[in-house]
């Protein structure tokens, strides 16, 4: 494959890859994890201003007043009259958040309505159904999963004298608490505000203030809250009990938000909020969180799917660029770059008031890191597969495994004395052979000689060192210390000398001619290691071991193999070995350098 069309491949892949985990992300595969990381991210505990006083329907108010369901509307009617008590501590607005519908005992609906009416700063609550129904699309009709199936409202006397904000509080898809709903239509067009709205903008109407400056929200009037308290946070204690005891002084309710709802685990008004997963929240520490949202107007828009999967798709491909054939510590330093500097950026966005998806971009780029890791990995260890099987074309194996398992230090100039076998094998006449043949006839003639070498060498577990020309260089006992390491050099003579046989018939059948082998075994001390300059080197052996082996080699007649008095002690009464009645003078050995052909291995 060439190069341009590698690269074509590569990024053909990095392209299908990142797309599909963007796929992933848009179809909401990380919706659920993604939520909860960003509720644990985005919602931080603060302190409110102050202005706004809940007042509970708790475990106390029931123990002393009775079951709610017995009380009548009448106490409410008393508790908005205490709060209105002293014109000078009135309270701003006073929110129910109790569903008043339908008329029920005429005496205490009359006393609530008549409460509510005279100190003018009541707000009650509504609430719709929503649900999947029929609508009404140009001539025919379909689904809408958001219809409003019914609506609840203050009973008529009620509603007459006091405004109205619903309490809808809408789970997301996960079960959790942690959008606003600020507003729905009515069929005939009414926009119906949220209870927390209508408090939030009465009490700056109260308070000479300037309008809330509404958020902004999706298209069925959803907006993200940012929670500022957590379940617990906006209690103050106050009991229903204890406002018509009269034991709280009304000083604590002048000008404020005053809510008055469930506040007792019996009455099941809580929910599972982003700001809490564990522990569940009042309905009206809800509303308490959404009013103080809307006097801050400190909000939050959630940035679209569209350009979050974009902005994903394209960290997906720096990532993959980052990670593909880098080092395990430098993937892993830029794996914690781009996962951290997302959260680092999610978290100044949403300061800027930019919702984004926290978890998207981690997940894909840590999927990706690992991917890479394996991957690389994995070609890692195919290309050392391909480099050891080619480079044990050239060199021995034992010499590959060491070099290939060794640290970089086996890559040194340099080399280690030690006790080694040395052999050299010749071909016999093959100069003048080749001197008749065709030259393509003489390569394969040498390599068949060649490869019985290399087999024989192998065979016996020895180095082999290399090939010069016609000639065959081995060692043994290095580079891994071997035992019986002369025995082994001796065998892989013999068998060097028994294989050239097949050859040698083979030759004189066909050409009428024939080579043979002459073969030198020596052993004693040597410097093996990688000799040469940093930028080509061989693994060898040098020392005057390996130069009496080669010398024994040259002189060796064809079909003969010489080995010195050395190697014939080592392996005495393992080996038959005939010593040279006139041996020839060695160049730079003493005479009397004894010499003996080896006859058999036993």
Known sequence: MSKARRI?????????????????????????????VSDALYQRRMASDGEIVLIGIDQKALEELGPYSQWGRGILAQAVEALNVEEDFRPAVIGLDVLFVGETDPAADAQLAQAASRHGNVIVA????????????????????????????????????????????????????????????????TQVPSMALVLAERYREVHGGEPVNRPFTDSRGFWYLPFCGTPG??????????????????????????LIGPYAAGLQDGYVTAADHAQLMYGVEYQANAVQALLWEDYKAEVGDSAQLALLFALLLVALACFWRRPVKWAAFLWAALCGGWVVLCLGAYRQGLVL????????????????????????????????????????????????????????????????????????????????????????????????????????????DKFVGDCTMAFWNA?????????????????????????EQMLQKEYGNTVSFGIGVHVGPAVVGN???????????????????????????????????????????????????????LKGKAAGFEILTLDAVL
């Open 479 to 503: 580079p891994l210390p071997q035992e019986d390491y002369v025995m082994l050099a001796c065998r892989a003579a013999a068998a060097m000398a028994e294989g050239a046989k097949s050859l």
């Open 531 to 585: 000799i040469g300059a940093p930028m080509r080197m061989d693994y060898t052996a040098i020392g005057d071991t390996v130069n009496t082996a080669a010398r024994l080699e040259a002189n060796a007649p064809a079909g003969t193999i010489y080995i010195s008095r050395a190697v014939a002690d080592a392996l005495a009464g393992r080996i038959r070995a005939t010593p040279l009645k006139e041996p020839p003078q």
């Open 357 to 464: 998806h926290v978890m998207w971009v981690p997940a894909g780029v840590t999927i990706l890191f690992a991917g890479c890791l394996a991957a690389n990995y994995t070609q890692a260890a195919l290309e050392r597969q391909r480099v050891t099987r080619t480079f044990q074309r050239y060199v021995a194996p034992e010499i590959v495994s060491e070099l290939m398992g060794s640290s970089s230090d086996a890559l040194k100039l340099g080399g280690k004395k030690c006790d080694i076998a040395v052999l050299f094998v010749d071909i016999r006449g093959f100069t003048t052979m080749s001197e008749a043949l065709e030259p393509e006839r003489v390569v394969e003639i040498l390599n068949q000689y060649l490869t019985l070498t290399t087999k024989c060498v192998m065979d016996n577990h020895g180095t082999l």
């Open 126 to 189: 509504c609430a719709a159904e929503f649900g999947t129904g029929l609508i009404e699309y140009g001539d025919d009709y379909r689904l809408d999963g958001y219809q409003m199936l019914s609506f609840d409202q203050p009973f008529e006397a009620l509603r007459q004298v006091t405004g109205q904000g619903h309490i809808n509080a809408m789970l997301d898809s996960d079960g959790i608490l942690r959008h606003h709903l600020l507003a729905f239509s009515m069929p005939d067009g």
């Open 233 to 258: 946070d906006f209690s103050q204690s106050i009991s229903v009990a204890d406002l018509l005891s009269g034991s709280v002084d009304p000083a604590r309710f002048a000008g404020k938000i005053v």
């Open 8 to 36: 074509l491949s590569l990024w053909a892949a990095a392209l299908a890859i990142a797309g599909a985990f963007t796929l992933l992300a848009g179809i909401g595969v990380l919706r659920v994890p993604d939520l909860a």
